[in-house]
């Protein structure tokens, strides 16, 4: 489904709204905590989850061109699972200290919305010479 609105609406276009929807998900628990919007932050986190990872790979390849794909979806993989295992450890701490979830939800809130910030500032333009696409 993901691709398919990547398809449509931009590849870039599409992360933003997937990150934006992907980020209500996580808050719905902070405003309540019933079963239906339970339900609701489960099915928007579990759908965008594995869709995001083909949105975010086929808009590197946008970025990086094909010639360096590979290696920058290396280098994110790496990244992401680094700073996964940190955050991981860290709200691991958090959760085991804290009397609620709630500051969990919120700082996942966040960095989501950070990661629309991010996707939001990201210039590509086409070098000159080559169908390939620069990062500016």
Known sequence: MTG????????K?????????KALG????????????LFAS??????????IVTLVSTYTLDCAGAKHHRKA?????????????AAGYLMAFVAAS???????FLVSA?????SVMCIAFIR?????KTSQHVVT
């Open 4 to 11: 398919n609105l990547g398809d449509i609406f931009g590849f």
């Open 13 to 21: 276009r599409s992360l933003i709204a997937c990150f934006l929807l």
């Open 26 to 37: 996580v808050a719905l628990p902070l405003y309540s905590s019933d079963v239906v919007t």
């Open 42 to 51: 489960s099915f928007l986190v579990g759908m965008f989850t594995p869709g």
């Open 73 to 85: 979806w290396g280098m994110m993989t790496f990244s992401f699972a680094a700073s996964q295992a």
């Open 98 to 104: 804290g009397e609620s979830y709630r500051p969990l």
């Open 110 to 114: 966040s960095a989501l919305l950070c």
């Open 124 to 128: 590509v333009k086409s070098a000159v």
